[in-house]
C-alpha cells in the first residue's frame, strides 16, 4: 500500500515538474498594450521575472521532495 502510494506520489511529483517547466518558458500575457507606454513593457518583463523565479523556487521544493520519496520508498 505505501509503496504504491509512493509511486503515484512520484509520477504526480514528475507531471508537476513538467507544467511547471512549461509554465517557466512560456510568456506571460498581461493585456497591456506594450506600444502604449514603457510602463506596460516594465510590468510585462518584473511579471515573467516573478513567474519565473516562482517555477524555479516550486521546482526546487519539488525536486527535495521527491529525493524524500524516493528514500523512503527504498
Not at 18 to 25: G, N, R, S
Not at 44 to 68: F, G, I, N
Request: net charge positive; charged share 25%; aromatic share 2%.
Amino acid at each position: 500500500c505505501w509503496i504504491q502510494l509512493g509511486q503515484i506520489l512520484i509520477e504526480k511529483a514528475q507531471r508537476l515538474e513538467v507544467a511547471l517547466t512549461k509554465l517557466e518558458k512560456r510568456e506571460i500575457e498581461t493585456g497591456l498594450d506594450l506600444s502604449q507606454c514603457q510602463s506596460a513593457s516594465t510590468v510585462q518583463a518584473h511579471t515573467q521575472e516573478s513567474v519565473q523565479r516562482s517555477c524555479w523556487m516550486l521546482k526546487s521544493r519539488l525536486q527535495l521532495t521527491q529525493k524524500l520519496l524516493n528514500n523512503l520508498r527504498s
